[in-house]
């Protein structure tokens, strides 16, 4: 008897030895635990030298984007004199007369997310507000199957919403961006998102939002095209969301009530 427990162990002993590579080996670090600890990982100190040269030439893409951000600010500050400027009483009941997508009162969104094989998210957005003036919260939680992991990401904002031409909505939104795995992280965030209304059923949706948590920058950006129909719509986009080189993105595509 004890010779064959002595020989069990030993067997049990060899299997563990063997076995033992390929079980480590499978602890491989996926996209959502890569993208966390990009985001926890201490920010570099790059010496960078500063000359003449470095401090007036900008890249194509920084002046692409600078000029970007000034016609969007143009455009929100025509549409918030023209909003403000408006009776908000008569401008509400027009909008609610012609079924407008503008300027909802309340609007509630679900959305599934596809990014690989193994990794998908889903999301649920609601806005609530009269006219200039409304707030939002968004919750999107991506799962990764091979290994194993998932990621939560929380964000509120304060809209100041504007109307420009009947058929130019522009947004200013200020809150916070809260995400988590791990561990929590917080920071604030703006963004500027645009809406271009066509009719009373098609909507074009452009959403670039930009948040600092731990000193890092954190871009997440999506546009989408939409149909509604009375209180309803169909939503189609595609989401990237990056932070220190590491990116999660794909198209999703959602359901909404809005009013």
């Known amino acids: 008897m004890r010779s064959l427990?002595?020989?069990?162990?030993?067997?049990l002993f060899v299997l563990s030895t063997v076995m033992a590579p390929p079980l480590f080996a499978s602890e491989k670090k996926g996209k959502l635990e890569s993208f966390e600890e990009a985001l926890?990982?201490?920010?570099?100190?790059?010496?960078?030298?500063?000359?003449?040269?470095s401090k007036s030439d900008l890249s194509g893409g920084e002046v692409a984007t600078i000029g970007l951000i000034q016609v969007f600010a143009n455009l929100f500050l025509a549409g918030l004199l023209q909003?403000?400027?408006?009776?908000?009483?008569?401008?509400?009941?027009?909008l609610k007369a012609n079924e407008s997508p503008a300027l909802p009162t309340f609007r509630l969104e679900g959305a599934y997310q596809y990014l690989t094989d193994k990794l998908n998210g889903v999301s649920g957005r609601v806005e609530a507000g009269y006219l200039m003036l409304g707030a939002d919260v968004n919750y999107t939680q991506y799962f990764?199957?091979?290994?194993k992991h998932d990621l939560?990401?929380?964000?509120?904002?304060?809209?100041?919403?504007?109307?420009?031409?009947?058929?130019?909505?522009?947004?200013?939104?200020?809150?916070?961006k809260q995400i988590w795995g791990q561990r929590r992280h917080t920071g604030f965030e703006f963004g500027l998102p645009i809406y271009l209304f066509f009719g009373k059923h098609f909507i074009v949706d452009a959403q670039p939002y930009y948040a600092?948590?731990?000193?890092?920058?954190?871009?997440?950006?999506?546009?989408?095209?939409?149909?509604?129909?009375?209180?309803?719509?169909?939503?189609?986009?595609?989401?990237?969301?990056?932070?220190?080189?590491?990116?999660?993105?794909?198209?999703?595509?959602?359901?909404?009530?809005?009013?």
């Open 40 to 53: 926890e990982a201490p920010k570099s100190e790059e010496k960078k030298s500063i000359t003449t040269e």
């Open 212 to 259: 600092i948590i731990r000193g890092k920058n954190v871009y997440d950006v999506q546009g989408g095209v939409s149909y509604k129909y009375k209180w309803f719509g169909v939503r189609a986009a595609y989401r990237a969301i990056n932070t220190e080189g590491q990116t999660l993105h794909g198209p999703r595509a959602g359901l909404f009530v809005q009013w």
């Open 83 to 94: 909003t403000g400027s408006d009776n908000w009483e008569d401008l509400y009941f027009e």
């Open 152 to 176: 939560k990401i929380l964000g509120g904002h304060f809209l100041l919403r504007t109307l420009f031409a009947d058929f130019i909505g522009i947004n200013l939104a200020l809150g916070a």
């Open 144 to 147: 990764e199957n091979d290994p």
């Open 5 to 11: 427990l002595s020989l069990f162990i030993l067997c």
